[in-house]
């Protein structure tokens, strides 16, 4: 639907807050219609419905809302009701506010009213929030719940991996080499059992082996628990004995922390990828090289399903951040990096150029071309994930997977050999 079309003699502003929210309503000419305060409850936003109905708002002519967050209860309802609904950087109406105000006062219902205002005189230049299914809206909370849960399990890891360099090098000796490091179940089940050196090095082999069947391990149990044996009987500088046992317990406690984000992680991620696989867009989005069921989620929950949401492919790479800005006054010109993006989708991207350049020729090609142009490693890669936007974003819009032959066909062999 394109509200900036449809008739609105009427906007509404909400500040919202914890316990109540300011409401406020303004004509056309800009002047005040209304001006109340609900609770945050039932009864206050069916007021606020109430409040709308009684100045116009219609299924065929809804009041654009404008408010300063797009998450919360308040917003899913007006959301759920179909009505545009315009998430306003509070910084926009700072700024907005001081138009209004030499002496610069400030309360609830100025900013409620610079809200209503600035869809009065500016709403063209602000986007709506996205009418995305609410498959996908669940698929956003899962994805950025499991991208925190990751985020947290890495800083457990580096509070651990700190604590053990201070007394306990024998472990990180013997996990060093892991793909998963501490964060790995035989290295946890481990130091659970034998959370100070002192300990490590009465672990006789059987226990180890025991410890490593515990953990999961399947193969090559006895030759590991030999290998880790050998590293905790080395010799090793120590703490004094009752600093070493009290570190000890410090060491559990941080464990713990460890064990509980990497649970949070695992069970997000398979509640993210399995919500990811019912959506329709699912086939699409993991024909990509590069891309597998969880980061797959991950890009759908920032990009969403609502088709109107990106009115083109570079509307879209601005918002992923792939896309350069330019910054030209004078004689002066910059091309630049984006630092205004969506972070998440940008890092998903890194990860999903980066893993592109061993499943496919034509990635590989392209970021070899960018690197031998002077492009650095970071740059390249962005170059990369902006080509796999504008590809995903066409592929979307027809319902159309990947192929690798449209995507980066080969160059004649003439332009080849004088290239070579």
């Given at each position: 639907?394109?509200?900036?079309?449809?008739?609105?003699?009427?906007?509404?502003?909400?500040?919202?807050?914890?316990?109540?929210h300011d409401i406020a309503l303004v004509d056309a000419g800009g002047q005040q219609l209304a001006k109340v305060r609900i609770s945050d409850d039932a009864a206050g936003f069916a007021e606020l419905m109430a409040l709308l109905a009684e100045h116009g708002d219609s299924e065929d002519t809804p009041v654009p809302v404008a408010i300063e967050t797009s998450r919360g209860l308040l917003v899913a309802c007006l959301r759920a009701t179909g009505r545009p609904v315009f998430a306003i950087n509070p910084l926009a109406v700072a700024?907005?506010?001081?138009?209004?105000?030499?002496?610069?006062?400030?309360?609830?219902?100025?900013?409620?009213?610079?809200?209503?205002?600035?869809?009065?005189?500016?709403?063209?230049?602000?986007?709506?929030l996205p009418a995305d299914s609410e498959l996908v809206q669940a698929i956003t909370v899962l994805a950025r719940a499991q991208q925190d849960a990751v985020w947290a399990r890495g800083q457990a890891h580096n509070k651990l991996r700190s604590q053990l360099?201070?007394?306990y090098p024998a472990i990180l000796t013997a996990f060093a080499q892991h793909k998963h490091g501490l964060c790995s179940r035989e290295a946890r089940s481990i130091l659970?059992?034998?959370?100070?050196?002192?300990?490590?090095?009465?672990?006789?082999?059987?226990?180890?082996?025991?410890?490593?069947?515990?953990?999961?391990?399947?193969?090559?149990?006895?030759?590991?628990?030999?290998?880790?044996?050998?590293?905790?009987?080395?010799?090793?500088?120590?703490q004094l004995p009752q600093v070493e046992a009290a570190l000890g317990?410090?060491?559990?406690?941080?464990?713990?922390q460890l064990n509980t984000a990497c649970d949070n992680a695992d069970q997000l991620e398979e509640a993210a990828t399995q919500a990811f696989e019912e959506h329709p867009d699912a086939p699409v989005i993991r024909s990509f090289p590069g891309l597998a069921a969880l980061t797959g989620a991950r890009v759908l929950a920032e990009i969403g399903d609502d088709r109107t949401r990106f009115a083109t492919a570079g509307s879209l790479k601005a918002y992923a951040g792939s896309a350069p800005v330019t910054r030209a006054s004078g004689k002066s010109c910059k091309?630049?990096?984006?630092?205004?993006?969506?972070?998440?989708?940008?890092?998903?991207?890194?990860?999903?150029?980066?893993n592109s350049?061993?499943?496919?020729?034509?990635?590989?090609?392209h970021y070899d071309r960018r690197r031998a142009a002077g492009d650095h490693h970071v740059a390249a890669q962005r170059n990369l994930f902006n080509r796999f936007m504008s590809m995903l974003f066409r592929c979307l819009q027809t319902g159309h997977t990947y192929n690798e032959t449209i995507a980066f066909p080969q160059a004649p062999a003439e332009v080849q050999a004088a290239a070579a």
């Open positions: 639907m394109d509200i900036t079309g449809l008739p609105a003699p009427v906007f509404c502003g909400v500040d919202w807050a914890e316990e109540h700024r907005y506010r001081d138009r209004h105000s030499v002496a610069r006062k400030k309360s609830d219902a100025v900013d409620a009213a610079a809200l209503a205002n600035i869809l009065r005189t500016d709403m063209a230049a602000h986007r709506p360099r201070e007394f659970a059992a034998a959370p100070t050196p002192a300990l490590a090095a009465k672990l006789t082999r059987r226990r180890l082996q025991s410890l490593l069947k515990q953990a999961g391990r399947i193969r090559g149990i006895q030759a590991e628990a030999e290998r880790i044996h050998e590293v905790f009987q080395r010799d090793y500088l120590h317990h410090q060491t559990s406690a941080l464990l713990r091309v630049m990096s984006r630092k205004v993006k969506n972070q998440r989708l940008a890092a998903v991207g890194y990860v999903w150029a980066f350049l061993t499943r496919s020729t034509g990635a590989r090609a």
